[in-house]
């Protein structure tokens, strides 16, 4: 069978492990794990965790990442060292050619939301991958809604005050009521008071938490808020029914 190939911008086609040093984190000689959690998920109506029911065979994990390219993951994509991955997940500012890049070399999905510093979106959008900002995309039982961007600065794309953000999810009400239950929220901003800072660039957004208390949905993903975790713990906390994780960098996450 022929193998699709997908065609690649002018000056992309250095191996990445080459390119994304100056994006990145220096690159360790000695690999280290990288962060996986196993999260269980409370029952639905059925009885069943619909992200396990997915496939019907196996769990389902998911390869996160957000704000940098992070050259340990470069390198065990190039090396094939990352267990299978089900669906990618972007949570924002990060370059449209690496999330090609590892849509193209893990044949998987990835759904994207942009951040802040996604300038060049609207002339060079990720080839193969959705953007699923003030949607809904499903995949098999489980439905995620997306919503990108941050708290409004300086009026740069992408930048959204609160009432804007309101907006918008009142203006996907009906797609809600059609998906519901809504599983997954993934931003790139934070909730308010979770994760986030003082400051207004990284301020979370109000919305957010209504949402999830709206929705209850078992898990919101973000990125934005710029940390360096020395444990999976670090990066969630628990609200209610709501596991807030923050994806800075790139997490690995069995559900």
């Known amino acids: 069978m022929l193998k699709r190939q997908t065609a690649r911008p002018a000056g992309w086609n250095t191996p990445w492990t080459s390119r994304c040093l100056t994006n990145s984190k220096p690159l360790s000689r000695k690999l280290i794990p990288a962060p996986t959690v196993t999260c269980t998920m409370i029952p639905d109506k059925t009885g069943q965790s619909p992200l396990k029911t997915l496939g019907k065979k196996h769990n389902?994990?998911?390869?996160?990442?957000?704000?940098?390219?992070?050259?340990?993951?470069?390198?065990r994509v190039e090396t094939g060292q990352l267990p299978p991955i089900d669906?990618?997940?972007?949570?924002?500012?990060?370059?449209?050619?690496?999330?090609?890049?590892?849509?193209?070399?893990?044949?998987?999905?990835?759904?994207y939301v942009k951040g802040n510093h996604d300038l060049r979106y609207t002339v060079s959008n990720p080839m193969g991958c959705e953007n699923i900002h003030a949607r809904i995309m499903s995949m098999g039982s489980l439905n995620i809604l997306g919503l990108e961007g941050s708290m409004w600065y300086n009026g740069g794309p992408n930048q959204y005050t609160d009432k804007m953000m309101k907006k918008i999810i009142f203006w996907m009400g009906f797609q809600i009521w059609r998906k519901r239950p809504i599983h997954m929220i993934v931003t790139h901003a934070s909730p308010r008071h979770i994760h986030d800072r003082e400051d207004l660039c990284h301020m979370g957004f109000e919305s957010f938490n209504r949402l999830m208390e709206k929705q209850r949905p078992d898990y919101l993903i973000h990125g934005h808020i710029h940390r360096a975790f020395d444990s999976f713990n670090a990066r969630m906390t628990?609200?209610?029914h709501t596991k807030i994780i923050n994806t800075c960098g790139y997490t690995i996450i069995e559900v």
């Open 60 to 75: 389902l994990t998911l390869l996160t990442l957000s704000d940098y390219i992070d050259s340990e993951l470069t390198l």
């Open 238 to 240: 628990q609200i209610s």
């Open 87 to 111: 669906l990618i997940i972007s949570c924002g500012d990060m370059a449209p050619e690496y999330l090609s890049f590892l849509r193209e070399r893990l044949e998987r999905p990835l759904f």
